[in-house]
């Protein structure tokens, strides 16, 4: 009987001592995620109004990764509407490689992209945004649209462009 009743007390001791954890753990958690919306956030980038769009590549490229990239970012051209009065730029969006196949399962596509934003008045640049983009597609039909839209994607960001409408 005794070695029951400490089997059990232990037992109920080691619950209650787990919940209380994940209970102090959870409130750590928020208190952290709390504090860091107090921390000053980063200015935001300068914004542009962008009136167009160009895309342009070496001979490697491959023609849907242009033809989706142009699309992509001029139907979002359109249909950011801005309501004040900013710089007025074109912009040229240069692909300088694309690798397909990568990975152990060859599903993996990247892709080196500059951007350039040239001043609508004096034709200066301005601006000047270079990254890397790597996408995942296990169509390999698809894999380029894919690409296309997540280098879209990027520079929608970028340039604070609305999704364009499908």
């Known amino acids: 009987m005794g070695w029951t009743r400490f089997f059990v007390m232990n037992m109920f001791q080691s619950v209650i001592s787990k919940i209380l954890l994940s209970f102090i753990a959870l409130v750590s958690g928020l208190a952290l995620i709390s504090c860091g919306s107090l921390m000053p956030k980063?200015?935001?980038g300068p914004i542009y109004d962008v009136r167009s769009a160009v895309v342009v590549s070496g001979p490697k490229v491959p023609p849907a990764v242009l033809?989706?990239?142009g699309d992509r970012v001029n139907k979002a051209i359109n249909a950011t509407v801005r309501t004040e009065v900013y710089?007025?730029?074109?912009?040229t969006i240069r692909?300088?490689?694309v690798t397909t196949g990568q990975g152990y399962d060859k599903s993996q596509s990247s892709a080196k992209i500059t951007v350039d934003a040239a001043s609508v008045e004096d034709g200066t640049v301005i601006a000047v945004s270079t990254f890397d983009v790597?996408?995942?597609s296990n169509l390999s039909d698809a894999s380029e649209e894919i690409l296309a839209e997540n280098i879209a994607a990027r520079i929608r960001s970028i340039f604070?462009?609305?999704p364009g409408s499908e």
């Open 87 to 91: 710089p007025r730029v074109v912009l």
């Open 42 to 44: 980063e200015p935001p």
């Open 160 to 162: 604070t462009l609305s």
């Open 95 to 97: 692909v300088v490689s």
């Open 134 to 136: 790597l996408s995942r």
């Open 67 to 69: 033809a989706g990239v």
